[in-house]
């Protein structure tokens, strides 16, 4: 069963940092675009960042995140990253990754073949 599962959310102060974790299961990511979407309570999904297939390519699609968020990933582990920094409230949001069947990013989560359950990110103080 092809399968992402995303790890890593939990509750963070405003400037704290998390890491997220995307890890595929029945299939390797080696060949796959990944992309980091969110969605906040009441909003529509949007997405965040996106790597290509050879990590040579990143793309950041929101801009209030450059600087602070940071994918990347790690084929051998299968596994793809969200690093966020000095985190704002406006960042709370469920943190979705898929993977799309290409080696290049696009911002349309229609293109993407495979997504995962999610990880709620909450910035509270």
């Known amino acids: 069963q092809l399968q992402l599962v995303e790890s890593g959310g939990g509750l ?3 400037g704290g940092s998390l890491r997220l974790s995307c890890a595929a299961s029945g299939f390797t ?4 675009a990944i992309g980091w979407f969110r969605q906040a309570p009441g909003k529509e999904r949007e997405g965040v960042s996106c790597i290509s297939s ?3 390519s990143i793309i950041n699609y929101v801009e209030y995140v450059m600087g602070r968020f940071t994918i990347s990933r790690d084929n051998a582990k ?3 990253y969200l690093q966020m920094n000095s985190l704002k ?3 709370k949001a469920v943190y979705y990754c898929a993977a799309r069947g290409d080696s290049s990013c696009t911002r349309g989560a229609m293109m993407y073949n495979y997504w995962g359950q999610g990880t709620q990110v909450t910035v509270s103080s």
């Open 12 to 14: 963070v102060q405003p």
């Open 29 to 32: 990511l080696d060949y796959y």
């Open 54 to 56: 050879s990590g040579g």
């Open 78 to 80: 299968n596994t793809v």
């Open 89 to 91: 409230t406006e960042d």
